[in-house]
């Protein structure tokens, strides 16, 4: 398997339908259908303009789940000639967003990904006018959950949309209310017979992938700004692996958000939007901000196993035994009445002795960040110091791994301010920013 094909990229507006071909050279092909339901009936010849160039770049983008399974040297692809644009930004997108899965394989892609330029041009992107309409990526947890409702009391244009959504997410945008769009993503079951025959698998970019799925979904749907949900932490990196920063959530940072946006406006659409609307915030900060949406208690779920790629495989509820629960229970304890948070996630973490590596990992005190979508190490240290002051200062994991952190110490009141303080750079543009600022202030 040394030669990883790019094979074809068709939109079928009857089915309404993206398929996308790949190929390893004398060995398996692979069909990934992406479904877009309620799309437009028929494209224009502009609109159908636009949507080949993003769908060309979801091409490139969707197929690292193919190439994961052997990581070959030689790269082909046949539907059209590479430019150097294109090459440099998708060794990138490769590199990093496999830099978890190099890990979890003990490789070193550096010398490995290589994208061949076969054009001396550039691409030229559509200036379509796209509808001034933003849509919400629902993820079934609590930060789309602010962004939502931070919309929504602005009173802007929105529609929800999910990518092959589950119980969690249908059941937090029954709660929201309103118009959502759904899209389903199939990924080639060829792919999973690889894998149980031993090809290498891990983590991929899905926050990436599911981007140029929504660049797509501008056309299809009618809609300029896609607003995510990451906040600032999520450009903090888990560790270092042959000479890259590992990021965990390497298509959550900023340093994706800005290269993707600036990279589908100079190939595919120059009048889209892509920002994420929680990035001047660290996780706290969310936290405190979801913790008065009370009527989302009981549907928002994170736990990873909601999420299950197979659907066969997926549970729903906390499993409060992993690195999501442990987070998620640990950043709402200052600002949710210790009870009603049991009650949400049936059971508490903070005296379960067992848990106690886990939260470690979290503060820092143990290994290194957990390879999960995780707040920083020193916002857990600042919250397990803070519970000091409250009805959780008596568990026993409170006591003892506060005492072990050097930290100040601060009460519910001064962590909240501090949380709700812009400390990242960010990319929202004005109009969205002061909707934020408002919906703090509230």
Same mark, same amino acid.
């Given at each position: 398997?040394?030669?990883?094909?790019?094979?074809?990229?068709?939109?079928?507006?009857?089915?309404?339908?993206?398929?996308?071909?790949?190929?390893?050279?004398?060995?398996?092909?692979?069909?990934?259908?992406?479904?877009?339901?309620?799309?437009?009936?028929?494209?224009?010849?502009?609109?159908?303009?636009?949507?080949?160039?993003?769908?060309?770049?979801?091409?490139?983008?969707?197929?690292?789940?193919?190439?994961?399974?052997?990581?070959?040297?030689?790269?082909?692809?046949?539907?059209?000639? *590479?430019?150097?644009?294109?090459?440099?930004?998708?060794?990138?997108?490769?590199?990093?967003?496999?830099?978890?899965?190099?890990?979890?394989?003990?490789?070193?892609?550096?010398?490995?990904?290589?994208?061949?330029?076969?054009?001396?041009?550039?691409?030229?992107?559509?200036?379509?006018?796209?509808?001034?309409?933003?849509?919400?990526?629902?993820?079934?947890?609590?930060?789309?959950?602010?962004?939502?409702?931070?919309?929504?009391?602005?009173?802007?244009?929105?529609?929800?949309?999910?990518?092959?959504?589950?119980?969690?997410?249908?059941?937090?945008?029954?709660?929201?209310?309103?118009?959502?769009?759904?899209?389903?993503? #199939?990924?080639?079951?060829?792919?999973?017979?690889?894998?149980?025959?031993?090809?290498?698998?891990?983590?991929?970019?899905?926050?990436?992938?599911?981007?140029?799925?929504?660049?797509?979904?501008?056309?299809?749907?009618?809609?300029?700004?896609?607003?995510?949900?990451?906040?600032?932490? +999520?450009?903090?990196?888990?560790?270092?692996?042959?000479?890259? /920063?590992?990021?965990?959530?390497? @298509?959550?940072?900023? /340093?994706?958000?800005?290269?993707?946006?600036?990279?589908?406006?100079? #190939? +595919?659409?120059?009048?889209?939007?892509?920002? @994420?609307?929680?990035?001047?915030?660290? %996780?706290?900060?969310? +936290?405190?901000?979801?913790?008065?949406?009370?009527?989302?208690?009981?549907?928002?779920?994170?736990?990873?196993?909601?999420?299950?790629?197979? %659907?066969?495989?997926?549970?729903?509820?906390?499993?409060?035994?992993?690195?999501? =629960?442990?987070?998620?229970?640990?950043?709402?304890?200052?600002?949710?009445?210790?009870?009603?948070?049991?009650?949400?996630?049936?059971?508490?973490?903070?005296?379960? *002795?067992?848990?106690?590596?886990?939260?470690?990992?979290?503060?820092?005190?143990?290994?290194?960040?957990?390879?999960? =979508?995780?707040?920083?190490?020193? %916002? =857990?240290?600042?919250?397990?110091? #803070?519970?000091?002051?409250?009805?959780?200062?008596?568990?026993?994991?409170?006591? *003892?791994? +506060?005492? /072990?952190? /050097?930290?100040? #110490? *601060?009460?519910? @009141?001064?962590?909240?301010?501090?949380?709700?303080?812009?400390?990242?750079?960010?990319?929202?543009?004005?109009?969205?920013?002061?909707?934020?600022?408002?919906?703090?202030?509230?």
């Amino acid at each position: 398997m040394d030669t990883f094909i790019f094979k074809s990229a068709t939109y079928d507006e009857t089915s309404q339908t993206i398929a996308l071909g790949y190929a390893y050279l004398d060995g398996p092909e692979f069909s990934e259908k992406i479904h877009f339901p309620g799309a437009k009936a028929s494209l224009n010849d502009e609109e159908r303009h636009a949507l080949d160039l993003a769908m060309r770049q979801l091409h490139l983008a969707a197929g690292i789940s193919y190439y994961k399974a052997y990581c070959p040297r030689d790269i082909r692809v046949e539907n059209h000639r *590479m430019t150097k644009e294109e090459a440099d930004f998708f060794f990138k997108f490769y590199r990093h967003g496999l830099g978890e899965f190099s890990v979890e394989n003990n490789i070193d892609l550096s010398g490995v990904i290589r994208f061949p330029v076969t054009s001396n041009h550039h691409l030229g992107a559509s200036d379509i006018e796209l509808p001034s309409s933003s849509v919400v990526p629902i993820g079934g947890g609590k930060d789309s959950v602010v962004s939502l409702e931070v919309i929504k009391a602005a009173g802007k244009p929105h529609h929800m949309i999910a990518i092959n959504a589950g119980r969690p997410i249908l059941e937090v945008m029954d709660a929201a209310g309103g118009d959502a769009i759904h899209i389903k993503r #199939t990924l080639d079951p060829a792919l999973f017979e690889l894998n149980e025959k031993g090809a290498m698998n891990g983590h991929v970019p899905i926050t990436g992938i599911l981007s140029f799925v929504m660049a797509c979904g501008a056309i299809l749907y009618g809609y300029d700004s896609v607003v995510m949900s990451n906040e600032g932490s +999520a450009s903090e990196g888990n560790m270092e692996f042959a000479g890259i /920063e590992v990021n965990h959530q390497y @298509s959550k940072s900023l /340093e994706f958000e800005l290269d993707f946006e600036e990279y589908i406006r100079l #190939t +595919a659409l120059k009048n889209f939007k892509y920002f @994420s609307l929680l990035r001047p915030l660290n %996780e706290t900060g969310i +936290a405190a901000l979801f913790s008065g949406l009370t009527h989302y208690f009981d549907t928002f779920k994170s736990c990873n196993r909601n999420f299950h790629i197979d %659907e066969g495989e997926r549970k729903y509820g906390w499993c409060c035994d992993c690195p999501k =629960c442990r987070f998620v229970f640990l950043a709402l304890s200052p600002f949710i009445k210790r009870d009603r948070l049991i009650d949400i996630f049936g059971k508490n973490m903070l005296v379960d *002795m067992t848990q106690e590596d886990g939260f470690r990992e979290l503060c820092g005190l143990k290994g290194h960040k957990p390879f999960e =979508c995780v707040g920083e190490i020193e %916002e =857990c240290q600042i919250i397990m110091r #803070t519970l000091t002051t409250t009805e959780w200062a008596d568990d026993g994991l409170v006591k *003892m791994l +506060a005492g /072990e952190l /050097e930290n100040p #110490t *601060m009460n519910v @009141s001064a962590l909240k301010a501090s949380a709700l303080t812009f400390k990242y750079d960010h990319n929202i543009p004005d109009e969205f920013l002061e909707s934020l600022n408002e919906f703090i202030g509230s």
